[in-house]
């Protein structure tokens, strides 16, 4: 057994193997007795029926919701690239020495973290055009998901920094280097290089949000299936395939997250003291958003 | 700022249902994410296996695709709930799945001799996952549970969406009539700010108190 409970409980006997398997047995029967109550609801409404499923097999729909698709991509990577950079900025400015810059790196960070990004939406959408700032509809979605993901890339970073060793920054002083460099070619690299599985997972959370443009009616993934949906009436339907769409892919960079967080661990050397362990799990701990 | 002034009332309203929508899906969201860690940890595989098919859901689905599902679509096959209620439900599900995640990293930071000596005292598992690992984990990590529900209180704005009158909805009515976006959005954002630190400042004291120190 391997898995993350394992060290509950002692590799079970006979007696226990018999237990296992009579829970096995019971929690598969209960899930899927709520599985198939939900079948009988969809069925009983028709939901289940053929001709409501079908249309999921051409062409057509699937590459009008691929087109959705390619916005959500396009939203995505202009965010990823815009809140990375900004966002390790930040980090270095509230690390920094001066103290105007680090007041205001962790004053725009506290107060960004802290905003619900559909109100800043709503401040593009309705708040702004009567000051005469009308931005393009992609712009509208991609300026408040950079102002808020950048404040989370610059906790993650932040945290990679601190998470190094001090000798690092020492040493590289110690060579004579000046202290903007030492951070450019000794810290911030390998920082970056220990976070990456945590910026992976800001990724997926990022490209969740990026689904918003649905409100602002910006052609992504959610919103073309609001108008397909609206289109072909079969509400249920399109919504399921749309989440499973977001599944695969967003399930696919979580599994590559997860990968990759094994890696760095493996890379670092084993950790022997418990203090230090747990410093290291603690490093684990998901960012949410 | 006349505008705020002026429509105190309904925004006071507005906020309430705020407030409502967070603490509700806030204690949902707790108990149900311990009992889906405690899925995940079980020595029954298809406990686990189900444990973790729910996170990966709810961790790669948009909470608004999610939303537009439970509000739109599912009253097609029958599924009808007062508004609010479906809000709160779908949040409390999704945040969940967070929870879970964070309680077992908390999980991780349980030393294997807590377990071993619940063990040798004659414990079981559920009475050692009761009683040692789950007030153990959860302890360790109320500074990251807070941070879920501080993102939980960023979420409850995405009920405005499917028409739910709460502060984000409320704040962009107000404007819509007022036209004074910069104090109206700043009074809101300001409003959020608080609640955020209130929540942070909450698990910062609740850490103090409950801390183990090791």
């Given amino acids: 057994m391997s898995h993350s409970g394992a060290f509950l409980y002692d590799a079970p006997g006979p007696r226990a193997r018999r237990r296992i398997l009579l829970g096995s047995v019971v929690s598969a029967l209960v899930l899927a007795g709520v599985f198939a109550l939900a079948l009988v609801q969809f069925g009983r409404t028709g939901q289940l029926d053929a001709d409501r499923w079908t249309p999921f097999l051409d062409w057509p729909i699937w590459s009008y919701l691929l087109v959705g698709l390619r916005g959500t991509a396009l939203a995505a990577a202009l965010v990823a690239v815009l809140a990375g950079a900004f966002g390790v900025l930040l980090a270095i400015g509230r690390l920094s020495r001066n103290r105007p ?76 280097i000046r202290r903007g460099q030492a951070m450019r070619f000794v810290v911030l690299p390998q920082a970056l290089r ?35 949906s609206a289109y072909n009436r079969l509400l249920i339907q399109t919504f399921l395939v749309v989440a499973l769409v977001y599944l695969v892919f967003n399930g696919a960079l979580s599994y590559l997250a997860a990968r990759l967080r094994t890696r760095v661990r493996r890379q670092v050397a084993p950790p022997s003291d418990p203090a230090e362990q747990a410093a290291d799990r603690e490093l684990e701990t998901p960012v949410v958003r | 700022m006349t505008a705020v002034i002026e429509n105190l009332d309904p925004l006071l309203r507005a ?175 300001l409003t959020y700010m608080a609640l955020a630190l209130a929540i942070g400042l909450a698990a910062g004291r609740i850490e103090k108190k409950v801390a183990i120190h090791r």
């Avoid at chain 1, 976070?195 to 993934?221: C, R, W």
């Avoid at chain 2, 705020?18 to 020595?43: E, F, N």
């Avoid at chain 2, 009920?159 to 107000?174: C, D, I, P, R």
């Fill in chain 1, 101 to 176: 810059v680090r007041w205001l790196s962790t004053g725009y960070i506290e107060v960004a973290r802290t905003l619900p990004v559909l109100l800043l939406i709503y401040l593009m959408l309705f708040g702004l055009p009567a000051y005469g700032i009308n931005l393009p509809v992609l712009w509208k979605l991609v300026v408040p998901l950079t102002i808020a993901n950048a404040a989370v890339v610059a906790e993650i970073v932040r945290a990679g920094v601190l998470a190094l060793p001090r000798g690092q920054m020492e040493a590289a002083l110690s060579l004579g």
């Fill in chain 1, 194 to 228: 220990h976070v990456t599985p945590s910026l992976v997972t800001q990724l997926v959370s990022l490209i969740k949000d990026t689904s918003l443009g649905y409100v602002v009616a910006f052609t992504e993934l959610l919103y073309r299936a609001q108008v397909l």
């Fill in chain 2, 15 to 189: 906020l309430g249902t705020t407030v409502l929508i967070l603490v509700v899906s806030a204690v949902g969201s707790l108990v149900l994410g311990v009992l889906v860690t405690v899925a995940r940890v079980s020595p029954i595989p298809v406990l686990r296996g189900a444990a973790w098919a729910y996170v990966q859901v709810f961790v790669n689905i948009p909470l608004l695709a999610l939303l537009l599902l439970a509000v739109f679509a599912l009253p097609d096959a029958g599924l009808l709930m007062p508004l609010t209620t479906t809000v709160i439900v779908v949040l409390t599900v999704y945040e969940a799945a967070y929870v879970a995640e964070a309680v077992r990293s908390g999980i991780n930071t349980v030393a294997a001799g807590q377990v071993e000596a619940a063990r040798a005292l004659g414990l079981r598992l559920s009475q050692t996952l009761r009683h040692v690992v789950v007030p153990q984990a959860v302890r360790a990590v109320v500074q990251p549970l807070g941070n879920v529900m501080i993102a939980l209180l960023m979420n409850t704005a995405l009920a405005a969406t499917v028409g739910v009158v709460e502060l984000t909805s409320a704040v962009n009515k107000v404007n819509l009539v007022a036209a004074q976006p910069i104090p109206i959005f700043t009074a809101a954002g």
